[in-house]
């Protein structure tokens, strides 16, 4: 039977061997994406040697950590912001990787202004340009960065994006080639950025190969998720 244990150790060897091969020779952290799985599912990564998770509703979110106050965990949203879960969110997490319009950014400061450690930012940005809604487009990326840089208790970061599901690697990496260019278009403006979010299971070697150095991993090392309102794409609000 596999085992999360397994499929843990082989997701971190292939990152290992991508790594390796990935002419940006950037360190890559692996993100165990925790959505519509039980608090049981994350105690036996975490027992594995899995510390960072992330999560999609914040709701959900809230009622595992507390199940979980016990372990070192570094919890990191991921997933649609509603503004009037920006409290929650902004109060219970390390990283916010999907923070796409200035609003949120202002309520996530001030929810954060209580907290003695800033919380880390990536901006999620739109390249795919198509059905999920979400992410800053390209051409307004750097007004928003701008504007993220003069909040005191956000540190931006880097960039998260979602790109268009494809199973043909060369479409991936073609994708990933555009948020990777978005990225270093910011760092020669002169934001001090070392985060590129990129890559899930089923691409997350194409996302290395373009510099990422956080990959979001959730079915490869979980299984399946059983519940249709949880897949990645989903538009739906953060209930
Ligand atoms: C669900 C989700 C993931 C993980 O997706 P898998 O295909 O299960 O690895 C990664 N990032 C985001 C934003 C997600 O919503």
């Known amino acids: 039977m596999t085992t999360i244990s397994n499929r843990l150790q082989d997701i971190l060897a292939t990152i290992q061997s991508a790594e390796a091969a990935s002419a940006y020779h950037q360190h890559v952290e692996l993100l165990a994406v925790s959505k519509a799985q039980p608090a049981s599912a994350i105690r036996e990564a975490y027992t594995a040697g899995q510390t960072i998770f992330g999560e999609n509703y914040s ?4 009622e595992k950590q507390k199940q979980l106050t016990d372990l070192a965990i570094e ?16 109060q219970n997490f390390s990283w916010v990787h999907s923070v796409d319009r200035l609003k949120i950014a202002q309520r996530l400061n001030d929810a954060r202004a209580s907290i003695k450690m800033p919380l880390n930012v990536c901006i999620q940005v739109n390249v795919s340009n198509e059905d999920t809604k979400s992410g800053v487009l390209p051409d307004q990326l750097e007004t928003l960065a701008e504007a993220i840089s003069l909040l005191p208790n956000l540190k931006l970061r880097g960039l998260m994006a979602i790109p268009a599901p494809s199973i043909d690697p060369a479409q991936q990496i073609a994708q990933f080639a555009q948020v990777r260019e978005c990225y270093d278009a910011l760092i020669r403006r002169g934001f001090a950025l070392d985060t590129l979010s990129i890559g899930m299971s089923n691409d997350y070697e194409s996302a290395i190969s373009q510099g990422a150095t956080i990959v979001r991993i959730g ?21």
Not at 219 to 239: C, E, I, M, P, Q
């Open 59 to 62: 709701q959900e979110a809230l």
């Open 75 to 90: 919890w990191h949203f991921i997933g649609p912001i509603q503004s009037n879960k920006t409290q929650l969110i902004g």
């Open 219 to 239: 079915s490869a090392l979980f299984g399946a998720r059983a519940n249709v309102k949880n897949t990645a794409l989903s538009t739906n609000n953060d209930t």
